[in-house]
Each structure stands twice: as C-alpha cells, then as structure tokens.
C-alpha cells in the first residue's frame, strides 16, 4: 500500500499497478498497529483518493496473536467485491464512490429462503426437501448488485452468503414476523418452500408410545402464506414481490394462475417433474412470468439463474 501510494515501480506487481489504468481493490492484512499507524492510514486515504477499493481488514485474532483490525477479508467476501465490480462493467479506474456501488446501492431487498420446520414435538418437525441453493445465490447475486439484503433463512443445507444480513428462522410464521420486520423494503423475492401446514397439537415434551398400538393423531393448521400477505400489504408493499412456483406439468399455466392469486409482480417457474434433477441439484430451469407473459430460460446454473434475475430486478428498480 505504501508503494503504490508512492508510485514506486520496483518489482512485478508495483509496476502492473502503475501501468494499469484497470480497477484496483486492495484486501489489506496487517498486524494492528501496523494497521492503525498514521502512516498506513495516511496511504489509506490516498489510496481511495485514487480510486482504489479498499475491502476489510477483519477484526479479529491474528497470526502474530494479536488482536484488532487486521485480519484479511474472508475469501468469500473478496470474492463478492471482486463479483460486483466485473458486473457493474468495466473495471476503469474511477473515484471509490462509484466504484464501490453497484446498481443496486441504496436499495433493501429481502429474501426468504430454504425450507422451514414445523415442530411436532421437541425433537421431530415436518419439512421439505428445499436446499435453500437458489435462494443463497439470489441473495449473494443481489448483494453483488450493490443491495443490502435481509436473507430470512429457515434450515437450509447451504451456507448463507457472506455479506448480507441473515436471520435464521424455523417456522412459517417466525418467517413471516422476520419479513415483517424487516421491512421496509424496495423488492421481496419469496424463494422459501414455507411448509403449508403446522401442527396444532405439538407438544413440549416428547411423544412417547403408549402401548396402545394407536399413532397420535397431528392436528393442522394452515400456515400464512406469507407471499400473499406481503403482495397485499397497503402502504408498506415492496415495489417488486417476486414469488417462485416449483410445477411439474403446464408449468406456465399454473404459475400464470399463481401470479394472479398470489397478488406478486413477478413468478419465477420451475420445473420440478421428476428425471429433471432441480429438485436439490445445481441447474434450474426457469419461466420468468409477470404482467406482459411467459419468458422461457434456458437450463442454467442456479448461480447463472440468481445473477440473471438480480440484473433484472435492478432494471425493474431503477
Ligand atoms: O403456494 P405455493 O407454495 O406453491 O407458492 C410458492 C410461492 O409462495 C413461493 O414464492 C413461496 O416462497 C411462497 N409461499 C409463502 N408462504 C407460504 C407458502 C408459499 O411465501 N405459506
């Protein structure tokens, strides 16, 4: 950092950097005091002043068994900026500010994702096979965009992106309390598989056999659906609500009809027929449906899926 805020072009990387006129992101990682010393921050600033973008350090322990700022960014959290600013275009060099702001800054998007448990009793629940992928890439596909986003999350089998805000839920109805809360917000993309039903009659305890040879009766309720309650939410809806509809046969017909039902802007369709291989795998293949018709994707990376579909939310927001 101190070379490059000098200019100094004495080995490799120091004379790549001065020849460039590309983005540059710097992901310092330093012991603390180093860090804190007026001469890094003084760099610091020059560097941004340049244009740089700057990412971390982390707080934390280090190496040296220090603690403080200074820890390198996590890998993943490098790799998001990196993400965001190959997707805002040409890495030419600009001032920090534009730089560092996709064309989603400024904007809050909430995303629910994976299944959610519903309990029987301490130890068994009922769920769905949901892996929470899909909604894991459109949240980071959206953080890359620049948004801030509330990722309500039930139990999923993938980890939550780094860099966004993660409330963990279980429950349909804990998810909807965390939407609720975290609104306001300029889009909601529903991509949860909420279970449609609870039981009523869970206990705190748990259900032992009796002797009798009679299972117990679960008695169930149905859960909100919480895509519906926040389409039709007065005053406080989101300018775009994205729901998802997994079909297995006349998927554009029915996801049409959902639209309407739901009361969202927009229903992202997938197919889920068996021999697909969606369901829990790494492809998905999409209609996009909203007010003007149906628009076939190709069978793509549920990644792929995530970043096409944050561009087009971002085009819908601008
Ligand atoms: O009615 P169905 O479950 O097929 O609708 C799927 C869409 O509705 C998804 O976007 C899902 O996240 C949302 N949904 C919801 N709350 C429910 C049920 C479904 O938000 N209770």
Not at 62 to 85: D, L, N, Q, S
Request: some cysteine.
């Amino acid at each position: 950092m101190a070379k490059m805020a000098q200019g100094l072009a004495d080995d490799l990387a120091s004379t790549l950097l001065l020849a460039s006129d590309k983005g540059v992101l710097v992901a310092p990682a330093m012991n603390v005091r180093m860090w804190n010393h007026p001469a890094t921050q003084r760099n610091l600033a020059v560097l941004r002043a340049d244009g740089v973008a700057v990412i971390g350090p982390d707080e934390g322990d280090m190496a040296c068994g220090e603690h403080g700022p200074g820890r390198m960014a996590e890998p993943e959290a490098i790799m998001a900026a990196i993400r965001a600013r190959l997707d805002t275009g040409p890495l030419l060099l600009e001032p920090q500010a534009q730089v560092a702001r996709g064309v989603l800054a400024g904007r809050h998007v909430i995303v629910t994702s994976g299944p959610t448990h519903e309990p029987i009793d301490p130890v068994r629940y009922i769920a769905n096979r949901s892996s929470g992928a899909q909604g894991a890439a459109i949240a980071g596909a959206l953080r890359d965009q620049g948004a801030r986003v509330s990722f309500v999350t039930g139990p999923a089998a993938v980890p939550a992106p780094a860099g966004v805000d993660v409330i963990r839920i279980e429950t349909a109805r804990e998810m909807r309390d965390a939407v609720e809360a975290a609104l306001p917000a300029d889009a909601a993309v529903m991509a949860a598989a909420v279970a449609d039903w609870r039981v009523v009659n869970a206990v705190p305890r748990k259900m032992k056999k009796d002797g009798s040879g009679r299972p117990p009766t679960l008695d169930l309720a149905e859960n909100p659906d919480i895509l519906a309650w926040v389409s039709g939410l007065d005053g406080r809806r989101p300018k775009l609500v994205v729901g998802f509809a997994a079909e297995t046969d006349d998927i554009v017909a029915h996801a049409t009809a959902k639209r309407l039902r739901k009361g969202c802007d927009w229903i992202v369709a997938n197919d889920v027929s068996d021999g697909t291989g969606i369901m829990g795998g790494t492809e998905n293949a999409v209609t996009l449906i909203d007010e003007t018709g149906a628009e076939e994707w190709p069978r793509l990376g549920k990644d792929e899926v995530a970043r096409r579909l944050a561009r087009r939310i971002a085009e819908a927001l601008a």
